[in-house]
């Protein structure tokens, strides 16, 4: 019902920047709370930043002060700015658009890889 598209992955050396893209089919796109997850090999998927329609963020511990998310609801798209990276941010970045409550919609983007590796 919902489409979600990531974009901007790929390989990037340790302390640059990198940054990801996420465009949204939904209509009313103002409604949807949007998050940035990753998941690294053999780790369990984690959250990285959320951010609601009225720019109320949060962050994980691990990419708190590197990391930024902003969106633009005239594009239907949330960007999540990568600063700094270290080799342990390599994983893959999901897009998720949910409403509140949850059980109104839930939606996954298809992931991008981002390796981060000299």
């Known amino acids: 019902q919902v489409q979600l598209v990531e974009s901007g992955g790929g390989l990037v050396q340790p302390g640059g920047p990198l940054r990801l893209s996420c465009v949204a089919s939904a209509n009313f796109f103002s409604l949807y709370i949007m998050k940035w997850y990753r998941q690294a090999p053999g780790k369990e998927r984690e959250m990285v930043a959320t951010?609601?329609?009225?720019?109320?963020?949060n962050y994980a511990n691990s990419v708190k002060g590197r990391f930024t998310i902003s969106r633009d609801n005239a594009k239907n798209t949330v960007y999540l700015q990568m600063n700094r990276l270290e080799p342990e941010d390599t994983a893959v970045y999901y897009c998720?658009?949910?409403?509140?409550?949850?059980?109104?919609?839930?939606?996954w983007g298809q992931g991008t890889q981002v390796n981060v590796s000299s």
């Open positions: 951010i609601a329609d009225g720019e109320t963020t």
């Open positions: 998720n658009a949910h409403r509140f409550p949850r059980s109104l919609g839930n939606y």
